[in-house]
């Protein structure tokens, strides 16, 4: 009986896993209406033949992937027709706008004044007429944009030169390297391998080493040591 149970709950682990990977990323963040409901029905489904060892495991496994193929053809719709986009797909609520609270939207979406408050908190703004725009986001969260004269300046602002760097990325982690960021990278390993010599540094002693879109390396050692060597 145990048995049966232990290999139930590893099947339903793998369906369910690869269920999810199938139905695509945006299912482990965020997740909206629709995404929402498919994400409990497949909690729920899943635990039935675990918990019930007289439930065949094929009346979680058909439910589990009907599901995912209606979440992925729902996705698709939306994409492809502009009008399953209005039926299926929600709208963002624009809850004030030009720093005007737009008090029929807060009753639509069903936020009260403190929420909406609490929420420009979060978004590290503690003056109501600091705001510019506040939108509820599809998937729940409030975007909450300054007026112009709040918000922080950039380096354009500042009359500094614009040195992004952009992304960063993991080339060595614990000594062993990272193929599917140097394939990214359009890198290899002897290129790596030639970082490392002319920072006189072997791979074995390398904790962590990345490159930035501008070419930067940067390296810490097993021993705590950073190396910063030249492009």
Known sequence: MLLSIFIRTVIIYVILTITMRIMGKRQLGELDVSELVIAILLSDIASLPITNAEKPLMHALIPMLTLAALEILSSTLILKSPLAKKVLSSKPSVIIARGVIDRKAMKKVRISLEELISQIRQNGIYDLDEVDYAILEENGKMSIIPKSRYRQPDRTDLHLPDDDSGVMHLLISDGIINNHTLRILGKDEPWVIRK??????????????TCNDKGEIYIIKKDGRIIRPHK
């Open 196 to 209: 490392l010599n002319k920072s006189n540094c072997a791979l074995k002693e390398v904790f962590c080493m």
